[in-house]
């Protein structure tokens, strides 16, 4: 006779052991975590790929950096799972900015070394992405239309489907596409300085 493992929660014994889990009881907590690590990996993936090779942070390090973070969250009530994963975008999102200033700041204080102009070809080129100043463009997007914004941070950091990002914000799934193609647009010209 083999052991069949329990299966997965229904959506709302999921939401109500999130509402149990802000200062709750351990054990709750470590069982949500295990059964939603696999989203929170796919999520840090997803975050990671948009970032340049080489990248210190592993889709490990940052899910459970999110993790850990989120858990110390005590004032807020999740409403169900599409919260839980539409803060957890935000907040690896955060963790990244915060890397990357981290990181830039630490080569500003590295110590300077001379170049010759045949040595110009050895530094490389920048990297095509720039996380900042991704950053800094949905921060001024979120200025001037906070909702498009959000649509941004949980379809293209957090890896949310449309329909997904619909659920966690509680619009028509017509209202996101909207929103998605007109911060796309937005982005793209702020990003290419047109």
Request: charged share 25%.
């Amino acid at each position: 006779m083999t052991l069949q493992a329990p299966p997965p929660p229904t959506p709302a014994e999921l939401t109500a052991w999130l509402a149990q889990a802000p200062g709750g009881d351990p054990a709750v907590v470590a069982q949500l975590f295990e059964l939603l690590y696999d989203e929170l990996r796919r999520m840090a993936r997803s975050h990671l790929r948009r970032e340049n090779a080489g990248h210190t942070l592993t889709p490990t390090a940052l899910s459970h950096e999110a993790w850990f973070r989120l858990a110390e969250q005590t004032r807020t009530r999740w409403q169900n799972r599409s919260h839980f994963l539409a803060v957890a975008s935000t907040m690896m999102r955060r963790i990244l900015v915060n890397h990357e200033m981290a990181r830039r700041a630490a080569k500003r204080d590295a110590e300077l070394v001379p170049v010759t102009l045949s040595g110009l070809a050895e530094l490389g080129t920048p990297p095509d992405r720039d996380l900042v100043a991704v950053h800094e463009a949905l921060l001024a997007l979120e200025a001037a239309d906070a909702r498009a914004a959000k649509v941004v941070e949980l379809r293209f950091f957090g890896g949310l489907e449309l329909t997904e990002v619909a659920e966690a914000m509680g619009l028509s799934l017509a209202t996101v596409k909207r929103d998605w193609a007109l911060a796309r647009a937005w982005l793209h010209r702020e990003l290419s300085g047109a």
